[in-house]
């Protein structure tokens, strides 16, 4: 399968406990976002990065977040501290920018759904 | 501020019948336009997308149709089958790499 994975597929976790998630993009693709999506709404972009380099975050990302895309590969969005308002599913997605420019769609994963009881 | 409104949240349609889904926006920066669609237990899958410069894109049983001056596109699915039953949401983007998605409608095509 050479998709967009994410791990783990379902996280339930307690108020107050930190919790991690990954996600692999397919492998060709140098940028990575990604998204939270709450009952009832479309995916709301949180943070991009092109190569290992975060260059935007949403002002949905509060201090308790963290995003890291290592060597350019894989990337890890943490959350401290877990809130219930937290619970939704986190969507990672991956495209390729061409050096031509002009869009390119973005491939999502199957998301980590979050639970904060 | 919701910029990209769906405001059908679900549509029925017999099967073999045209499917109607439809997004307005508010944006007038935005240059790309997608729809994706989403079955439960799976993330968005990219369906189709048009740029601003244009007015239709065709791609099998899928037209998107873009009218700029109203800020409005449409997807058209024909001939619908049960397959096809599913979320749906538009996105739009202005020159950049983040997605501004509307709430999604769902489908139900009734075989």
């Known amino acids: 399968d050479t998709g967009v994975s994410q791990d783990p597929r379902h996280k339930i976790t307690k108020r107050g406990q930190n919790v991690t998630f990954r996600c692999d993009p397919i492998s060709e693709h140098n940028r990575l976002y990604w998204y939270r999506q709450t009952l009832g709404q479309g995916p709301e972009f949180l943070t991009y990065?092109?190569?290992?380099?975060?260059?935007?975050k949403s002002r949905l990302l509060s201090d308790r977040f963290s995003a890291e895309r290592p060597k350019g590969s894989f990337s890890t969005l943490e959350i401290q501290r877990t809130e219930q308002g937290d619970s939704a599913m986190y969507l990672c997605?991956?495209?390729?920018?061409?050096?031509?420019?002009?869009?390119?769609?973005?491939?999502f994963g199957p998301g980590t759904r979050l639970t904060v009881l | 501020d919701q910029q990209v409104k769906q405001n059908s949240p679900s549509l029925s349609v017999q099967e073999g019948r045209i499917s109607i889904l439809n997004c307005d926006y508010t944006n007038s920066m935005f240059d790309y336009f997608l729809w994706y669609k989403k079955y439960p237990a799976e993330g968005p899958t990219f369906l189709i997308s048009i740029s601003s410069i244009k007015d239709k894109n065709e791609d099998g049983r899928f037209t998107v149709f873009l009218n700029k001056s109203a800020k409005h596109l449409s997807l058209h699915i024909v001939p619908s089958q049960p397959g096809d039953s599913a979320v749906y949401f538009c996105?739009?983007?202005?020159?950049?790499?983040?997605?501004?998605f509307g709430t999604g409608t769902r489908l139900k095509v009734l075989a």
């Open positions: 996105a739009a983007t202005a020159g950049t790499y983040k997605y501004i």
């Open positions: 990065f092109q190569n290992e380099a975060q260059l935007e």
């Open positions: 997605a991956s495209s390729l920018a061409k050096a031509s420019g002009g869009q390119n769609e973005q491939f």
